[in-house]
């Protein structure tokens, strides 16, 4: 076997996956319908991480077929950092552009295009790519086989390159970096293609879908979309399974520099049999995506989005939180690590793990103590606390596993926490009848674009006010028999719950929707429950 040097680890480490035809094709056709291309005698165009070539071949392919003047010379510029890649593009271009009659120069860059970039920042009318995905870190494993100077020089080339990054690339930059790494290529990569195109010209990226969903891309999304127009986005469910080695869901975006339109981008969305379907945003959308940091729900519910208007008005988990005594703590316990050297027989707490707690109720007993010698117990230990699973995948039917748990257990990092200062437990059974709700999970899955449901995505979803006694006292009596497994309660409580959000029947039949993995006859049965017949003491109030 060939030993491995540290220059094909890096090549590893900044990613080859090339991008499917499909997405390919679309892109092009419609960076070539955004283009001004008509009176230009001669174009420049790029692909900064061209791979194969392909990008540019489909995008002349794509070019042919559109009627109208056509630029007599394409001027065309393929980089990579992998040589044999960048060969093929070379022959690749050429060969469609000879198919074609179409006249071509190219030229070739074998490098680091983050490094020689900046030169050339706003020099092409047409800027083409899909940039390597990976976060820049060594891979301990591979490490482990290297002699040690190559581990070395590897380690210390990828640190230059992650400090050169941060450098060039502050807005792609990760808020925290861990141990001095984590930058994300595709953003960066991204900011590239961008910053490469010209002011008259158009770009065109493919991307990991996190791009437009995960808080780390937050400053990239609002440069993005408030220095530039952005006239399509595109989104690739994971099941369409369009890469070879990964299974990820990606985002196509083509956009110009300026000023925006304000008028509301379309976004198509890809299922898994490649159908595109239409999500235009309305004004109001739009602005709620904006204040949101440009959000996209885009694993779930896309077509929610006008929803929102019903409850973006009303207090954010967050707004409960707060040091009086009627307001809400919120946070986590014990860290788990290494459980079992602390946890024994015998002690004044059980210990709760996240797969102990489902909805409603504890799943499983408790039975290992917390050593008293061990961990130091916080004093929300000592309160009746709501309790909600950390890790919880998107695959899963319902994403928000919350119960009540009592005072003398402690819980892991696993589990978030959070509990009413002056122990009200009567409002802590009606957040928790909130919380589990169908309207608050749906919240709650347009923001998260991990397995995790942390405290920050749950403390920006709505909540409505849970005042007024007759009504907490309602909700906590149907939490009391959900505990118990009422499937009567089960559906009750959502209809109350979506109705305290202003949800008409027909807004919680569209929301159902959204939940795939939800069976039908539990749809129906929670469309043509009775409760929709008689309205909730706090529908009634909220009325007034
Ligand atoms: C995701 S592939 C995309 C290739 C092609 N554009 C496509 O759409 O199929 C990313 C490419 O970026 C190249 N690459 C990764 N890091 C690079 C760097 N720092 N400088 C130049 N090219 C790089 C890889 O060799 C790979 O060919």
Known sequence: MRKRNSKDLLTRATGRFYTHEFIGRRLADVVVRTAQLEGRRSVSVIDPFCGDGRLIGWFLEAVSKRDGARPRMWSVELWDCDAAALDTARKRVLETAAQLGVEVEVETVLGDTFAHAPSRFGEFVVCLTNPPWELLKPDRRELDQLDEDVAREYV??????????????????????????????????????????????????VSPASLLADQMSESLRRWVFEEYVVHDIAYYVAEAKLFDEVDQPSVTLVVSPGVTSHSPTMLVVHDRALRGKEVRFSEQEWHSLRSDGYVFP????????????????????????????????????????????????KGDYLFVKGRMVSRFRMCEAPSQYVNRDGPRIPSSADHYRLAWR????????????????????????????AYFRDDDLERLKALL???????????????????????????????????????????????????KGDEEALTTVEVRVAQLYGLSHEDFALLLSAFEKVEEEEKRALLTSPAWRCPSVGSQQLAR
């Not at 861990?178 to 002011?199: C, D, H, I, P, S």
């Not at 695959?395 to 819980?411: D, E, F, W, Y």
């Not at 909540?463 to 006292?473: E, I, K, Q, S």
């Open 156 to 205: 210390a080339q990828l640190r230059q390159q992650s400090s050169r990054l941060v450098e060039y690339y502050p807005l792609s930059a990760p808020r925290r970096r861990y141990a001095g790494w984590g930058m994300n290529l595709a953003r960066a990569g991204t900011e590239v293609a961008l910053r490469l195109t010209a002011n008259d010209g158009v770009c065109g990226v």
């Open 298 to 345: 885009l694993q779930f519910g896309p077509e929610l989005l006008g929803l929102r208007s019903k409850w973006d008005n009303l207090p954010s988990f967050a707004d409960l939180e707060g040091e009086s005594q009627d307001d809400l703590w919120a946070g986590r316990e014990l860290d788990e690590t290494g459980h079992r050297r602390f946890l024994g027989d």
């Open 390 to 417: 950390d890790i919880s995948r998107p695959n899963q039917r319902r994403r928000i596993q919350a119960a009540i748990v009592p005072p003398g257990m402690v819980t892991g990092n696993s589990l978030h926490v």
């Open 433 to 483: 009848a909130v919380m589990n709700s169908f309207v608050f999970e749906a919240q709650v899955r347009m923001r998260l674009a991990t397995a995790h449901v942390s405290l920050g995505v749950v403390r920006k979803a709505r909540v409505p006010p849970l005042n007024d006694r007759g009504l907490t006292a309602e909700l906590a009596q149907l939490v009391a028999r959900c505990e």
